[in-house]
């Protein structure tokens, strides 16, 4: 079960940040691949995601916790999914607090990988981790 930590700064006040990365509306300006977003309520959100072979890719969130303006955690809905055949598990954390001149921004993405995924869990990590490096700078630009 990879866990993979990504911290960042960003130059701007906690409850500015938290403003657009806790709105799934911002998601397609920081967070990586995403289109568009669709269906939000305080229970969870869709995304439309860009495949990699240009297609459209709807994947499913749904909220665990919301403590503004502090931590957001969320996970895909994976039953019925093309997801579903690689990961068992996939779950996100958000974490914003004061840091001086701003906001220190950890992400912290946990996935179970499933049946012959397993073998491919550094590959896995890798771009969980380019992911959330992506979005950390994302979140950067949208917000500043």
């Known amino acids: 079960m990879p866990t993979i930590r990504r911290s960042g700064h960003v130059a701007a006040d906690v409850q500015t940040v938290w403003d ?24 969870g959100w869709t995304e439309v995601l860009q495949g990699e072979r240009g297609r459209p890719v709807r994947a499913d969130f749904t909220v665990l916790v919301s403590d503004a303006p502090s931590r957001l955690e969320w996970q895909q809905e994976l039953v019925d999914t093309p997801f579903e055949r690689i990961l068992a598990g996939s779950e996100t954390e958000l974490l914003l607090s004061e840091d001086g001149s701003g906001t220190r921004v950890e992400l912290v ?36």
Do not use: C, I, Y
């Open 20 to 43: 657009v990365a806790a709105d799934p509306h911002h998601r397609p300006r920081w967070w990586p691949n995403v289109q568009r977003v669709e269906e939000v309520s305080s229970l």
């Open 109 to 144: 993405a946990t996935r179970k990988l499933r049946g012959m995924a397993l073998f491919g869990g550094m590959l896995v990590r890798r771009a969980t981790a380019k992911q959330l490096d992506e979005a950390l700078s994302g979140l950067a630009r949208a917000v500043g």
